[in-house]
């Protein structure tokens, strides 16, 4: 899928007055985008670890989990060339304010997370390609862009797994999910992180 495919899937770009902060808050956002990643592979063995009778779901989370985490490491490389310690920082509301709506049984459970996870990378993909256009840091941008790919391929594979494990249609379920990620993005937000809202 292209970027297109995923701006088109999301309900809203990113706010400017978000991309406005960009640049004084690159600290933050390389600190986040750190967690971000180590977050994504805990996420990815997680899933794993919970449905391991999910052939397809191994192949390809497991192959997802080590690709996150070679881009974590990647991202503390460009920390250390600038002096950004890496340390504690306190999470954005997106993720866990999606994950507040999976519903309880166990495969409707694993539709919904496969489903967030598909949103999660979309938006990440659309923030990159928002985000190169806009800091000072060219060999950031060059970063951001090089990730594009493989986020939208990540988008792919977690919106193809809901899919395949669905036992209907998700296209309404896909709907709803991304209203709620729609107004976690569009709404005030305290705190400044790569998936925050419009800052306050």
Not at 141 to 165: D, K, M, V
């Amino acid at each position: 899928m292209s970027l297109t495919d995923v701006r088109a899937f999301l309900k809203t770009e990113t706010p400017a007055a978000w991309l406005a902060r960009a640049n004084d808050q690159l600290p933050t956002l390389l600190i986040d985008h750190a967690h971000c990643e180590k977050k994504a592979a805990a996420t990815a063995m997680s899933l794993m670890y919970r449905f391991p009778e999910r052939h397809e779901l191994q192949h390809q989370l497991s192959r997802l989990a080590r690709e996150e985490l070679r881009h974590f490491e990647q991202v503390l490389e460009l920390m250390q060339a600038r002096d950004v310690v890496y340390g504690s920082l306190s999470p954005a509301r997106y993720a866990a304010g999606l994950r507040a709506h999976t519903r309880k049984p166990e495969q409707e459970f694993l539709v919904d997370v496969l489903i967030i996870g598909a949103y999660i990378e979309a938006r990440s993909c659309e923030r990159f390609a928002a985000l190169a256009e806009v800091v000072n840091d060219e060999e950031l941008a060059t970063y951001y862009r090089f990730l594009l790919r493989s986020e939208s391929r990540h988008f792919r594979n977690y919106l193809g797994l809901a899919q395949q494990y669905a036992e209907g249609d998700i296209g309404e379920r896909i709907s709803v999910f991304g209203d709620w990620e729609a107004e976690l993005i569009s709404a005030p937000d305290e705190r400044y992180r790569f998936h925050s809202g419009v800052p306050i």
